[in-house]
């Protein structure tokens, strides 16, 4: 057993981190501009969001490497730099982390599809070894591949990672809910396959990102529950459903509205709780507050 099973069950429930691209955003980074590029050319503005997520209380803090896969780099010629660009990533993170927060290196979609011809499975694969040894090299604690929609690149992500590197793969998908009232991907991947996919490659832990308020992750959260009694879940929400308003997106749950309904997600069976799209370190401050709060009152302990 690895450190992020070892810490989820010596401790019960993780708050993980929240948004970095919003507070990227607010350190100067451009509409445009590649965010990972920062841990090669602004590490201290990097290093800054990663602290101040230590610092509310994050039990696991991510890396600045979601795009940084080579088929995303390569839109900024920087794909010869895929290995470079998750090293410091991961030990940028590492350095904010200490010894006490879990390193979970960011892997995202490529944005490329096999089937319409765009990359091949063995250029995925290729591209994921680069992301994944970079970021285990760095000092990751585990590898997260997140976002993901097609199972067949997030098999290839996994393995990539599981042949590698020695290090735990957590694996989330980003449902939506249909008109027949199900939760699928926009590949048409439903929660049911999703999990064989994740059984078959040996995921340590899964899970759902993005796409969809707290409020609405609670039942994915109690669907996954459903099927998989035993691994752990981990649950990253946007604050809220995107609202477009004086010409940008805005995601308007606050920490206040946020975190109790965060409560009610460790309830329905989440193991992992933290933040996507939208969310800052004062949502993770008082999401752990709260969190932390609910657990000592179940377990009576002070």
């Not at 691209?21 to 602004?42: D, F, I, Q, V």
């Not at 944005?111 to 765009?118: A, D, P, S």
């Not at 308007?252 to 069976?269: I, N, Q, R, S, Y």
């Not at 709780?273 to 752990?288: D, F, K, L, M, Y």
Request: net charge negative; aromatic share 4%.
């Amino acid at each position: 057993m690895g450190v992020l099973l070892n810490r989820i069950r010596k401790k019960g429930v993780l708050i993980s981190d929240g948004a970095w691209g919003t507070l990227l955003h607010r350190k100067g980074l451009a509409s445009g501009e590649c965010p990972e590029s920062w841990n090669l050319s602004r590490p201290d503005d990097v290093l800054g969001v990663a602290r101040d997520y230590v610092e509310a209380g994050a039990d696991i803090i991510l890396t600045n490497s979601f795009g940084g896969s080579p088929a995303k780099l390569g839109a900024y010629g920087l794909d010869q730099q895929t290995y470079e660009i998750n090293l410091a990533a991961a030990e940028i993170s590492r350095r904010a982390a200490g010894k006490e927060v879990l390193v979970l290196g960011s892997v995202g979609p490529t944005g490329k599809m096999v089937m319409m011809g765009e990359i091949t499975p063995e250029g995925l694969l290729d591209g994921f070894q680069k992301q994944v040894m970079g970021l285990a090299d760095g000092g990751a604690d585990a590898i997260l591949v997140e976002t993901m929609s097609d199972p067949d690149e997030a098999r290839l992500a996994i393995q990539a990672a599981k042949q590698n590197t020695s290090l735990e793969v957590a694996c989330t998908f980003t449902f939506e809910r249909t008109r027949e009232n199900e939760y699928r991907t926009i590949m048409g991947t439903g929660i049911r396959e999703y999990l064989e996919m994740c059984r078959e490659e040996g995921v340590d832990v899964v899970g759902a990102n993005c796409g969809n308020g707290t409020a609405g992750m609670i039942e994915i959260v109690r669907e996954i529950r459903r099927m998989e009694p035993d691994l752990p879940v981990l649950i990253h929400a946007n604050a809220g459903l995107p609202v477009y308003r004086d010409g940008e997106t805005i995601f308007p749950e606050t920490p206040g509205e946020m975190a109790p309904l965060m409560v009610e997600l460790v309830a329905a069976g989440a193991d992992v709780v933290g933040g996507c799209c939208g969310t800052t370190p004062e949502h993770i401050r008082r999401i752990g507050s709260q969190v932390r709060e609910a657990l000592q009152l179940k377990t009576g302990r002070k």
